[in-house]
């Protein structure tokens, strides 16, 4: 024989229940809070990872899972330990990141809000990998304001972390960002190294951006060292501006500037250059478009203010017009009349090639009645140039140079017209 159902519970009980519970003393009231909270915490690692994992991608849009042992740790912050954990937004193929291993300790009030608002006290990741282009249609997404980042109030710290991008990588990242905290400034240090295939660049660098929510007061300094076959660049940076990625990542405007040395063999140049202009993020390149170049140096490297434009990718291409204060002493000396002028050279340059600059670079020079068009190879410039004292007077150029007038050994030539071809072997 069947038992009979069980009566509903009237509603006159269900209001009797909540009258009960708010005639309760908040301390016992909290206390009952409290333990509840315990009770939740006490479920197996196995099924309250999940859940917070749940709650914490639904709060700032993701979908976060994990594989492997997890475990939870109650204290003054819990902590929750987690291994093989994917993030990505719903739906997506890619995951925006992966890490080996991470541990967050969360406040009390995070649990009880459910990861809203999502307030952590420190995040650390063993090995994470982070995929930019799947990374930036996320952040573009995000609320503006409070609510756009979680709150870190011990900060974050990644060891051995990657970052994709499209057709580079950086490697061995080591990253420390103490406090991250509605609109207060934030601060971080990051070692790592750039590999796009060709050129390495290991990097030592400190960020600041003074107010997160509007991306007003970003900058970083440093140093990074590129490097390919044959030639180091040491070099010291500082890059500011205002950072924007609403749509995508850009800085408005970006102001950089930086000082080394290029080095090659017993070449030693040393120089000083810096950019001013929008600084956008495109799909695998970045574009400064227009800037503003100003270059000083020693020797070999001329005096030169100009107008521009720069893309960077899978590739390098740039074409900038400006002038050249005077003449280089290191360069070889005109000939009279030309070499008495005290005007500033005209130049225009193009370049399209890889990084290490072995395509031709695209040259024109005006300076009063002297013009020379053609192309000018970086590589054999350098070799040129460390050979001076004992090679050719002239750089390796291909071109020709016209001028109205010109002495050469006592003697004045008129209409000069003169051809230049490098029969050197050159690179792609």
């Given at each position: 024989m069947?038992?009979p159902?069980?009566p509903?519970?009237?509603?006159?009980?269900r209001r009797?229940?909540r009258?009960?519970l708010?005639l309760l003393?908040?301390?016992?009231?909290?206390?009952?809070l409290?333990l509840?909270?315990?009770?939740?915490?006490?479920?197996p690692?196995?099924?309250?990872?999940?859940?917070v994992?749940?709650r914490i991608?639904?709060?700032i849009?993701?979908?976060?899972?994990a594989?492997?042992?997890?475990?939870?740790?109650?204290?003054?912050h819990?902590l929750?330990?987690?291994?093989n954990?994917?993030?990505?937004?719903?739906?997506?193929?890619r995951a925006?990141l992966?890490?080996?291993?991470?541990?967050?300790?969360?406040?009390?009030?995070?649990?009880?809000g459910?990861?809203?608002?999502?307030?952590?006290?420190?995040?650390?990741?063993d090995?994470?990998?982070l995929?930019?282009p799947?990374?930036?249609p996320?952040?573009a997404?995000r609320?503006?304001?409070?609510?756009r980042?979680?709150?870190l109030?011990e900060?974050?710290?990644?060891?051995?972390?990657r970052?994709?991008?499209?057709?580079?990588s950086?490697?061995?990242?080591?990253?420390?960002?103490p406090r991250?905290?509605?609109?207060?400034?934030?601060?971080?240090?990051?070692t790592?190294?750039?590999d796009d295939g060709?050129?390495?660049?290991p990097f030592?660098?400190?960020?600041?951006l003074?107010?997160?929510?509007?991306?007003?007061?970003?900058?970083?300094?440093g140093?990074?060292a590129?490097?390919?076959?044959?030639?180091?660049?040491?070099?010291?940076?500082?890059?500011?501006?205002?950072?924007?990625?609403?749509?995508?990542?850009?800085?408005l405007?970006?102001?950089f500037?930086?000082?080394?040395?290029?080095l090659?063999?017993?070449?030693?140049i040393?120089?000083?250059?810096g950019?001013?202009?929008?600084?956008?993020?495109?799909?695998?390149a970045?574009?400064?478009?227009?800037?503003?170049?100003a270059?000083?140096?020693?020797?070999l490297v001329?005096?030169?203010?100009?107008?521009?434009a720069?893309?960077i990718?899978?590739?390098?291409r740039?074409?900038?017009?400006?002038?050249?204060?005077?003449?280089?002493e290191?360069?070889?000396?005109?000939p009279p009349?030309?070499?008495?002028?005290?005007q500033?050279?005209?130049?225009s340059?193009?370049?399209r090639g890889?990084?290490?600059?072995?395509?031709?670079?695209?040259?024109?020079?005006?300076?009063?009645?002297?013009?020379f068009d053609g192309?000018?190879?970086i590589?054999?410039?350098?070799?040129?140039?460390s050979?001076l004292?004992?090679?050719?007077?002239?750089?390796p150029l291909?071109?020709?140079l016209?001028?109205?007038?010109?002495?050469?050994?006592?003697?004045?030539?008129?209409?000069?017209r003169?051809?230049?071809?490098?029969?050197?072997?050159?690179?792609p």
């Amino acid at each position: 024989m069947s038992l009979p159902p069980r009566p509903a519970r009237p509603p006159q009980a269900r209001r009797r229940w909540r009258r009960l519970l708010l005639l309760l003393p908040p301390s016992l009231l909290g206390l009952l809070l409290v333990l509840a909270l315990v009770a939740w915490l006490a479920l197996p690692p196995a099924r309250l990872v999940p859940m917070v994992l749940a709650r914490i991608g639904a709060s700032i849009g993701l979908e976060i899972s994990a594989e492997g042992d997890a475990a939870t740790r109650l204290g003054r912050h819990p902590l929750i330990v987690v291994r093989n954990l994917v993030a990505r937004e719903p739906g997506a193929e890619r995951a925006l990141l992966r890490a080996r291993r991470v541990e967050v300790a969360l406040p009390w009030r995070t649990i009880r809000g459910l990861g809203d608002p999502l307030a952590l006290v420190r995040v650390e990741l063993d090995g994470p990998v982070l995929d930019l282009p799947a990374l930036q249609p996320w952040l573009a997404s995000r609320p503006s304001g409070e609510g756009r980042l979680p709150t870190l109030e011990e900060g974050l710290h990644v060891r051995d972390g990657r970052i994709d991008g499209a057709g580079w990588s950086v490697e061995a990242m080591e990253l420390t960002l103490p406090r991250l905290r509605g609109d207060a400034p934030v601060r971080a240090r990051a070692t790592g190294r750039y590999d796009d295939g060709a050129t390495r660049a290991p990097f030592a660098l400190a960020a600041t951006l003074q107010r997160p929510a509007s991306g007003r007061g970003f900058a970083v300094v440093g140093a990074v060292a590129p490097a390919r076959a044959g030639w180091r660049l040491p070099t010291s940076i500082t890059l500011s501006g205002a950072l924007h990625w609403q749509d995508r990542l850009a800085l408005l405007p970006a102001r950089f500037g930086a000082s080394g040395r290029y080095l090659a063999g017993e070449t030693d140049i040393p120089f000083a250059l810096g950019l001013h202009g929008p600084l956008r993020a495109h799909a695998g390149a970045w574009t400064l478009l227009p800037a503003g170049i100003a270059l000083r140096g020693g020797g070999l490297v001329p005096e030169l203010d100009a107008r521009g434009a720069f893309a960077i990718g899978q590739r390098l291409r740039l074409q900038i017009d400006g002038r050249i204060a005077h003449w280089p002493e290191a360069w070889p000396t005109l000939p009279p009349p030309l070499g008495a002028s005290r005007q500033p050279l005209a130049l225009s340059a193009g370049y399209r090639g890889l990084f290490d600059l072995s395509a031709p670079l695209a040259l024109r020079v005006v300076r009063d009645d002297l013009r020379f068009d053609g192309r000018l190879h970086i590589p054999g410039l350098v070799d040129w140039a460390s050979t001076l004292d004992q090679g050719s007077l002239l750089p390796p150029l291909e071109g020709r140079l016209e001028a109205e007038a010109m002495e050469i050994s006592g003697a004045r030539l008129e209409g000069v017209r003169i051809e230049f071809d490098d029969d050197a072997e050159r690179g792609p």
